[in-house]
């Protein structure tokens, strides 16, 4: 489960790293590459996109990326199939990220079975509200995968709560409004606060994501939170690349971030 992911950082005083890519961008090939670099570099847990037409959380970076994906004929069964070679592999643990449309039309309980029978530990589902994410949940949890939930800046004490009750793995705390995609540094102030009042409300390990960035970002969060989600930056780091050459685009990305992960207790 998720959790050991983050006591394991914890206990090397770290924050968790937890990088976003999108299966089969620019080809499932150089994917595969790019997780391996991830998992040599440090990466605790990897969210694999599965792409989809609709992505209401995407901002414009990882939309495209799941256009080029959907364009070379990335299917669900190709990205499972992707997480079981990664497993084979010895990869860190892998966190589907994917919107509930192609869950339904795939099968929530089939999906369940074929994402833990491939390897993957959870999936997030980031269009499914609290009050109907039931079934999925429960399916998730048959199968043995978390499902962690994500409670925005906006999100009211009482309501989160409730979604960090439900909430497997760990809460995702969206850092700012919008979509996804790299910008100017969040706020600490606000995500200060957003933080403190999340622990007031639960121990499960806190994720930030949307608009981490760069090594400040990084060092700005690392204080805060349990693990911090970078997935547009990192894409745009390796995008129009193949093989090799987006393994080193990668690497030279990533590095500064997992050196600046580390800090002196929360």
Known sequence: MLEAVFERARSAQRCAFIPYVMAGDPDVQTTLSVLEALTALGADAIELGIPYGDPLAD???????????????????????????????????????TYFNPIYRYGVARFAANAATAGASAAI???????????????????????????????????????????T??????????VTGATAQPSTKALDDQIRGLRTLTEKPLAVGF????????RAVATLAD??????ALIDSFAGTHGD???????????????????VGV
């Open 125 to 167: 589902v980031p269009d499914i509200a609290l009050e109907e994410s039931g079934q999925l949940l429960g399916a998730l949890a048959t199968s043995g995968l978390d499902m962690p939930l994500l409670v925005a800046p906006s999100t009211k004490p009482a309501r989160a709560r409730r979604i960090a009750a439900a909430s």
């Open 245 to 263: 050459e987006a393994v080193v685009r990668v690497r030279a990305f990533v590095e500064p971030l997992v050196a600046a992960a580390a800090y």
């Open 227 to 232: 693990g911090f989600i970078v997935g547009s």
């Open 169 to 178: 793995g760990f809460v995702y705390v969206v850092s700012r409004l919008g």
């Open 211 to 218: 608009g981490i960035s760069s090594p400040e970002h990084v």
């Open 59 to 97: 901002g414009p970076t990882i939309a495209a990326a799941g256009q080029r994906a959907l364009a070379v004929g990335t299917t669900i069964d190709s990205v499972l199939e992707l997480v079981r070679r990664h497993r084979d592999r010895g990869g860190a643990p892998i966190v589907l990220f």
